[in-house]
């Protein structure tokens, strides 16, 4: 079965510098949800989208932005980046009119800000 | 407040043996969904067991059952038959329908660890 597909699997950038990562659901899949887990912490929710448009906000830094786009893949845009940004960054996605309420996660992208 | 709680940070189980591990949870949401995700030392996030608030019988995903007593709002995970791979963090997840957000929100997990 498909799953969700995130890429890079792991970055490595500079203080100050910008990162995009990017996130393809599950076909059929048109809600997606971005999450932060922070060495030795739980996933903290940032931003989802349902049908393209922003559907709700988490605790997500101005510095970063994130988006849907018509093919429902999503990028998350992460500018000025700081020590604090390195984490595990998850995308998850839900097929919304299914009758299963599960939120699928992708394998993680692993970024380092040194 | 605090909406998922999982109270043992850590745990051992001999292999083949069953082991239960806590959740507790509130909201004043009377439709709400509960998860308990697998996240091995290689990072991913492996969906377990889904359980709805209106369920009336318990989630089992084979090896895995969900313990669902809304009265305490507890939902602890039982895995039977433990095997050397189910050692990983697990996470107890919660997602509001109707009040809160529809994010999922989760605990701090449990580190599972099975000896042979």
């Known amino acids: 079965a498909a799953g969700v597909i995130q890429s890079p699997r792991h970055l490595i950038k500079e203080k100050r510098e910008t990162a995009t990562l990017k996130c393809y659901p599950i076909?059929?899949?048109?809600?997606v949800y971005w999450y932060q887990q922070g060495p030795g912490q739980d996933p903290q929710f940032l931003i989802s989208?349902?049908?393209?448009?922003?559907?709700d906000k988490g605790s997500i830094p101005d510095r970063f932005s994130a988006q849907q786009f018509s093919d429902y893949h999503s990028e998350l845009n992460m500018s000025s980046l700081e020590l604090g940004d390195s984490a595990l960054y998850f995308c998850?996605?839900?097929?919304?009119?299914?009758?299963?309420?599960?939120?699928?996660f992708g394998p993680g992208t692993r970024l380092t800000v040194l | 407040a605090q909406k998922i709680t999982q109270t043992q940070p850590g745990m051992f189980v001999q292999e083949k043996e069953a082991v239960t591990l806590d959740c507790t949870y509130d909201?004043?949401?009377?439709?709400?969904?509960l998860f308990w995700y697998k996240q091995p030392s290689s990072g991913e996030m492996i969906f377990l067991i889904y359980?709805?608030?209106?369920?009336?019988q318990n989630a089992t995903e084979g090896r895995y059952s969900l313990n669902f007593q809304k009265a305490r709002k507890s939902a602890n995970l039982v895995i039977s038959a433990s095997q050397l791979g189910d050692s990983a963090m697990y996470f107890c997840?919660?997602?509001?329908?109707?009040?809160?957000?529809?994010?999922?929100?989760f605990g701090s997990g449990t580190r599972l660890q099975v000896q042979p």
């Open positions: 998850a996605s839900r097929e919304t009119s299914g009758s299963a309420d599960t939120q699928y």
């Open positions: 076909p059929r899949h048109d809600t």
């Open positions: 989208f349902y049908e393209k448009m922003q559907s």
């Open positions: 909201t004043s949401d009377q439709s709400y969904g």
């Open positions: 359980q709805g608030s209106y369920d009336e």
């Open positions: 997840a919660m997602r509001e329908l109707h009040t809160g957000r529809r994010a999922l929100t």
